[in-house]
């Protein structure tokens, strides 16, 4: 597998995300759909009032790379990454949907306690890394890994879930 070369489908990555958190079908999948950096950062002023902006002086708006949208069932991944982070990034967004899916109750992601959504984040970020690890090239897992984050960056930056109904 060459340098942020990856041959894996979105369904692909669907079931490896839905094995990790054991999870069995039947389940209704998201849809996956690429979008531009602006259009992202557009969805993500949209689907958010109370989320952050900018966190330490660094531009959320700018640097997100993948948003879920719970109630209309669809992840959405920044475009012109590789093709491995690309895909790491929807297994990160995968995650948040098994999440609402299994812990449906506490679906509001606005609602909920910022301890729940640290948890939820540290778990999505969880299975990102193993991703990488399992199916990226592996200098260029680790060097991600240990890249300082910064905007504009591909390998770096912040994802963040919506999660409402
Ligand atoms: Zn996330």
């Known amino acids: 597998m060459g340098s942020g070369r990856i041959d894996l489908s979105d369904q692909d990555i669907l079931h490896w995300v839905a094995a990790e958190f054991g999870v069995k079908p039947p389940y209704h999948p998201p849809q996956v759909r690429r979008v531009t950096r602006q259009k992202l950062s557009k969805l993500y002023l949209q689907n958010t009032r109370n989320m952050p902006r900018a966190i330490a002086g660094k531009s959320v708006v700018d640097s997100i790379l993948g948003l879920f949208i719970a109630e209309t069932n669809v ?91």
């Open 75 to 165: 992840i959405y991944v920044r475009a012109h990454m590789s093709d491995c982070r690309q895909a790491a990034i929807v297994a990160h967004e995968v995650a948040h949907f098994f999440q609402v899916m299994t812990l449906g109750k506490l679906d509001k992601w606005e609602g909920l306690s910022n301890e729940v959504r640290a948890f939820r984040e540290l778990e999505a970020r969880e299975i990102e890394i193993r991703f990488q690890k399992v199916f990226c090239n592996k200098s260029v897992a680790k060097q991600r890994q240990g890249a300082a984050p910064s905007a504009g960056d591909a390998g770096a930056g912040v994802t963040f879930t919506l999660i409402k109904r």
